[in-house]
């Protein structure tokens, strides 16, 4: 049979790093084809010549038996071949519409436009309004935009980049039976995952890349999570343990918090309480757009409250405070958009880390003027504490692979010694060595008296690394339960919303003994 695509030898070098080393991977028609590998092993660098942004600087390139040159994406399109991005390639500005508009080769009238988006969104299960603005998005309604998108041009190859890091079980499953029913009408996949359960379930070959090479081949569902992870990282992954400890007094408080969404697509917040001690991991689950991206900037100190004591740190009401002065009262804070918020693109992580750095007790500013060794030292302890592939601490921010900047985002205040953390997302698009590190840098926090609160969309991870998970569904916030007293099962049904008069008696306490 002749293949779909075939890559022979294909190399790709930057001033800093070999990114893909004498590569060869063979795609079949209907064949789901996953590629495997650390943060930084060349994946992103692999589809992407593929796709025609990049050009390799050598080996060669074959699509259904014949060489080819592909130099732009719109060429890549033409000859069948679909990508849906990891960092989202949409404008703000604009609808779904206009942006799924702006990637389509042949124009079509917007109100066909419309009825077609809502019909391929709705058959696959990723709902999506037509007319909403993008920035008005939360990062998992996005990524439907960015999947729906792609589908529509109905590609004989589509290469998916992490597409289901922020989507629910339900959605994940849905996308699952769409990419089986496409690979059996003939389109090949090309399937990046960190989730080695995706791999094994979905996939019928891969890839493993390390360090820009092929590391081995395999037949995904005749491994386990432990030997697709050695073929990914040469060794044994360590499990994250979460043990026993007793808690300490309240160091956030919620009380009441209902506001308004200032987005007119937003979700509004109803009467959220919520305490979360000194030593705890409290874990917050939900679909993406129940409230998080308002929960996250009513606690940030992004949106301002009426309130004052809507939020209390360590019992001082901050509802009223700005980022700033609330990272001085020892808040810390993971953003779920990495690039724009938790970084600045163009600046070194020199300069990122000077950017939270500086309202924390770090030195590195004096007397009002920044001290650049002390700065320069800092980011260099994150790089290396938690493995962050850089060319160094002046490397800037975008030059990073999405994981690699999410270890250094999160590595950077850990190392600014919060007395409160509150992280969204903490290890979306990461692979399965850097979320074990970070994972585990959560819990030595806990572990130090650090209380934190984790939003996450990864059920797994929340019943792994938290002391209590609650649910956010429809702006209102749903009872807690310990994780050994709750089921994936429980907290699904929660997420519809299914928890109104749930009694709690374990949350009860809680509160009873905050008070």
């Not at 070098?13 to 092993?41: M, Q």
């Not at 998992?140 to 004989?156: A, F, H, M, N, S």
């Not at 997302?425 to 130090?448: C, E, F, H, K, S």
Request: with cysteine; net charge neutral; aromatic share 4%.
């Amino acid at each position: 049979m002749t293949a779909r695509l075939e890559l022979l030898g294909i190399t790709k070098a930057y001033p800093s790093v070999l990114a893909n080393d004498n590569i060869t991977l063979r795609v079949e028609p209907g064949e789901i084809h996953a590629v495997l590998g650390e943060n930084g092993a060349g994946k992103s660098t692999l589809m992407k010549i593929v796709y025609g942004i990049t050009r390799p600087d050598a080996g060669s390139i074959r699509w259904e038996g014949r060489e080819i040159n592909i130099s732009s994406p719109a060429q890549a399109r033409r000859l069948g071949i679909g990508m849906v991005f990891q960092h989202f390639s949409l404008f703000e500005t604009l609808t779904a519409a206009e942006n799924i508009a702006l990637a389509l080769d042949q124009p079509m009238a917007p109100a066909a436009l419309a009825t077609r988006v809502r019909e391929v969104s709705q058959r696959y299960g990723l709902a999506i309004d037509p007319q909403r603005l993008v920035h008005s998005m939360s990062v998992g309604e996005r990524q439907r935009v960015e999947i729906v998108r792609c589908l529509l041009q109905e590609p004989r190859l589509l290469i998916m980049d992490e597409p289901t890091s922020v989507l629910t079980p339900q959605a994940v499953e849905k996308l699952f039976e769409t990419l089986r029913q496409l690979a059996t009408a003939g389109c090949s996949i090309l399937y990046i995952s960190h989730k080695l359960d995706e791999i094994r379930a979905l996939c019928d070959s891969a890839t493993v890349l390390r360090g820009g090479k092929v590391s081995g081949v395999a037949k995904p569902k005749q491994e386990s999570n432990d030997s697709l992870a050695r073929l990914m990282l040469g060794g044994a992954l360590a499990e994250c343990r979460l043990e026993p400890r007793e808690t300490g007094p309240v160091r956030l408080a919620v009380k009441h918090l209902s506001l308004t969404s200032p987005d007119p697509f937003g979700t509004s917040l109803k009467d959220i309480n919520l305490a979360v001690r000194s030593g705890e991991i409290i874990g917050i689950a939900g679909v993406s757009g129940n409230g998080q991206k308002e929960l996250l900037a009513a606690l940030s100190g992004e949106q301002l409250l009426a309130d004052g004591n809507a939020v209390l740190l360590d019992g001082t009401p901050v509802g009223r405070l700005d980022p700033a002065r609330r990272r001085h009262l020892g808040l810390s804070f993971v953003p779920e958009e990495r690039l724009g918020r938790g970084a600045v693109p163009a600046m070194s992580l020199a300069e990122n880390a000077l950017l939270t750095g500086a309202s924390h007790n770090t030195g590195m500013t004096r007397h009002g003027l920044v001290q650049r060794p002390v700065m320069t030292a800092f980011a260099a302890r994150v790089i290396e504490r938690f493995k962050v592939k850089a060319a160094g601490p002046q490397a800037a921010a975008e030059s990073l692979s999405g994981g690699n900047l999410q270890k250094f985002i999160v590595g950077r205040e850990t190392l600014l010694e919060p007395d409160v953390m509150i992280l969204a997302q903490p290890t979306w698009g990461v692979d399965v060595g850097a979320a074990r590190l970070i994972r585990q840098a959560l819990i030595d926090l806990r572990n130090q008296g650090v209380a934190l609160l984790v939003i996450s969309e990864e059920l797994d991870e929340l019943f792994m690394i938290s002391d209590r998970i609650c649910v956010i569904a429809n702006g209102r916030l749903s009872p807690s339960r310990a994780p050994q007293a709750t089921s994936i099962e429980e907290i699904g049904r929660w997420m519809s919303g299914e928890f109104a008069d749930t009694p709690t008696p374990e949350h009860g306490a809680h509160h009873a003994a905050a008070s």
